[in-house]
């Protein structure tokens, strides 16, 4: 059922023709900057939509989940399955450990 919840974060990806995305793109535009998942279709070609980034971030930054996973997926090279399987087994070693904290 976590699986379920997490993947469905993954399959909420909007493919936009470029018809469409011409005509919204402002709309768009925000979208991806909140962290939507974005792509557009030109054929069989297709491009995301995502902010630039504007700055390296040092190690004491935190990252949003969502940008943090999307810079874990782009430097990896991972698939939607594969970070899927990954929040997995962070969320079980996180509750596994919480469960054995003293209450």
Do not use: C
Not at 8 to 21: D, Q
Not at 40 to 56: C, D, F, K, Y
């Amino acid at each position: 059922m976590a699986k379920a919840r997490i993947w469905s974060k993954f399959s909420r990806m909007k493919t936009l023709t470029v018809e469409e995305a011409t005509h919204g793109l402002g709309q768009w535009v925000e979208l991806a900057l909140a962290g939507e998942q974005i792509q557009i279709r030109n054929g069989s070609g297709v491009v995301e939509l995502r902010p630039a980034p504007t700055a390296q971030t040092t190690a004491n930054e935190t990252l949003p989940p969502r940008e943090a996973l999307r810079l874990l997926q782009e430097g990896a090279r991972m698939t939607p399955e594969q970070a899927d399987g990954y929040l997995g087994e962070l969320r079980e070693e996180r509750l596994a450990a919480e469960s054995r904290r003293p209450a």
